[in-house]
């Protein structure tokens, strides 16, 4: 009687399972994506064919297959599988579950795989009770986090675990996760009688944002609002289309909370497209801040930083358009702003670049820092004083004397260049100024006189 109420029991929770867990791959060969360190001959891949498994941290958006890969690994490699959530359990039960392990790995010689999700939320003391255990292979730890692992998790424990970054799923394995789903008899909807149409899959796949449990709930919701479930009824029709689609599944929510790495992500993005010359991707990257609430004055400033890190004096104006942004941006805020700060990235992003002036102070201040100074050159010493003559700060030679407003004379008392000017927009007319300089062909005029 206890046999048929436990098989009750779990026919009613399977019944109850939403779709994404019902449809959660069980083998390697059902998991889709991550083919970077999953795939033929890939890192993953062989510690697993290898029976090498070590300790990991599964690092990655949501909906990516860090839970099912864990899963999957641990009947892959036949060890026992604990999972825990660090939301939910403190240091008392980790050290309950490793001692556990110890008494399972002596008793049987059976491993255990700790499966600990969020494992960001451990703080670095509640860290550090694993770091024995995995260091003597007592337990193979597999942390699964949303947070750079390199930010939030121990560094110790980092050095002992081979970090994996999952990426959102391609819009194709998003696809055909649907598609099997619809057809699936014994975990999906294989028995029902549903008409899809290639534009509603289309839809999920790319609004889901790679997330394949988004693209299932949304498969699930379609179901559900367009007839019944049971399988005593399976001709009943339902038919899905676009419009189906577009109502089950709702708008993502921008993952961008202005401190944790989506943050330093964009911002990254957003330079580093600015730097790249790409106005296209760097309005896009502009805009992902302004509607996810990013301090416009903070992009301000970044678009400031840029413009002579980057821009220089391949566009002296760059500077002028920089501030200008920014004590406007400061002035009117939002949303007004926004206009002005596109209006600035897009200047940024097709100016000429050079970070010839990052290249001439990053020189100069190693010298300095490094003891590499040289003393002032005597005639170019304060000598608006008495007796400066008598210490010898004299010689200096007034440079709008010259007749090209330039006299020959030595400046630093060492042959040092710092300032090479590239050839991209006006340090071409530097470059051609300086190397006359160089020259000093008198009877001709300088090029930056033109």
Request: aromatic share 8%; charged share 25%.
């Amino acid at each position: 009687m206890t046999d048929l109420f436990a098989e009750r029991r779990e026919q009613m929770l399977s019944a109850a399972r939403p779709l994404a867990a019902a449809m959660r791959p069980r083998t390697l060969e059902e998991f889709v994506g991550q083919e970077q360190f999953l795939g033929p001959g890939k890192l993953l891949r062989r510690m697993l064919e290898a029976d090498r498994m070590t300790s990991v941290i599964f690092f990655g958006p949501p909906g990516t297959g860090k839970t099912t890969l864990a899963e999957i690994i641990a009947r892959h490699t036949h060890r026992y599988f604990e999972r825990s959530n660090a939301t939910t359990i403190g240091v008392k039960e980790v050290r309950r579950i490793l001692e556990q392990a110890t008494d399972r790995l002596t008793a049987t010689q059976r491993k255990t795989i700790l499966f600990l999700d969020e494992i960001h939320r451990f703080n670095r003391a509640q860290q550090d009770v694993l770091l024995r255990d995995v260091e003597r292979g007592t337990i193979t730890l597999i942390g699964a986090t949303t947070e750079n692992p390199f930010f939030s998790v121990n560094s110790a424990l980092i050095s002992r675990s081979q970090v994996f970054q999952f990426q959102p799923l391609e819009e194709t394995d998003v696809a055909g996760l649907i598609r099997r789903a619809v057809g699936d008899d014994e975990r999906g909807y294989g028995k029902l009688n549903i008409t899809i149409s290639d534009e509603a899959i289309d839809h999920w796949a790319v609004m889901s944002d790679g997330d394949a449990r988004r693209a299932l709930s949304a498969l699930e919701i379609a179901v559900l609002s367009g007839g019944s479930e049971d399988e005593t009824k399976p001709d009943r029709p339902i038919v899905i289309d676009l419009d189906v689609a577009q109502q089950s599944i709702q708008r993502k929510a921008l993952v961008y909370d202005g401190t944790g790495d989506e943050h330093y992500d964009v911002i990254s993005a957003f330079i580093k497209s600015m730097r790249g010359s790409d106005p296209d991707a760097a309005i896009y990257w502009l805009a992902r801040m302004l509607v996810a609430g990013e301090d416009p004055m903070f992009i301000a400033r970044r678009i400031a930083i840029l413009a002579s890190e980057d821009i220089g004096n391949a566009d002296p104006r760059a500077l002028s358009v920089a501030q200008a942004a920014y004590d406007i941006t400061q002035r009117i805020g939002t949303p007004e702003c926004q206009l002005t700060l596109a209006h600035a990235t897009l200047y940024m992003a097709t100016a000429p670049k050079s970070n010839a002036a990052t290249r001439a102070i990053g020189a100069a201040m190693k010298d300095v820092r490094e003891g590499r100074t040289v003393p002032v050159p005597k005639h170019l010493r304060d000598g608006h004083y008495a007796g400066a003559e008598q210490l010898g700060h004299v010689g200096y030679r007034y440079a709008h004397n010259g007749e090209k407003g330039w006299v020959e004379q030595e400046y630093l008392g060492v042959d040092k260049t710092y300032y090479e000017p590239t050839e991209r927009g006006y340090e071409q007319r530097i470059r051609q100024f300086m190397a006359w300089l160089k020259d000093r062909p008198t009877p001709t005029e300088s090029p930056a006189s033109k």
